[in-house]
Nanobody, 120 residues
Framework: QVQLVESGGGLVQAGGSLRLSCTASGLIFSINTMLWYRQAPGKERELVGYITSGSSTYYADSVKGRFTISRDNTKNTMYLQMDNLEAGDTAVYYC??????????????WGQGTLVTVSS
């Protein structure tokens, strides 16, 4: 079984920074694309951005220039560096990954989410 665990959420003032982490554990052969989503209160879940196994990245327009996604394949971990945070960034942040298990099965795995609250 494969699990994703996010950490690093919390309360921050507008203009501040936070770094989220997402670590995969379990019987993993490889991890392909890793993604960050977020869901604000009363809104649908939206894609924040993603990073491929080759470290190519994509960002939603709403976070481009403020957020940076990176990964450390030796630690099976993805990061989301969030700078110049705005009240509109308040949401539960989820990681998602396309994982190949040790049994060579393709799995889509979600984390449990971590809350980011930005005070204005």
């Amino acid at each position: 079984q494969v699990q994703l665990v996010e950490s690093g959420g919390g309360l921050v003032q507008a203009g501040g920074s936070l770094r989220l982490s997402c670590t995969a554990s379990g019987l993993i052969f490889s991890i392909n694309t890793m993604l960050w989503y977020r869901q604000a209160p009363g809104k649908e879940r939206e894609l924040v951005g993603y990073i491929t196994s080759g470290s190519s990245t994509y960002y939603a327009d709403s976070v481009k220039g403020r957020f940076t996604i990176s990964r450390d394949n030796t630690k099976n971990t993805m990061y989301l560096q969030m700078d110049n945070l705005e009240a509109g960034d308040t949401a539960v942040y989820y990681c998602n990954a396309d994982v190949v298990s040790s049994g060579l099965r393709n799995l889509e795995v979600w984390g449990q989410g971590t809350l980011v609250t930005v005070s204005s």
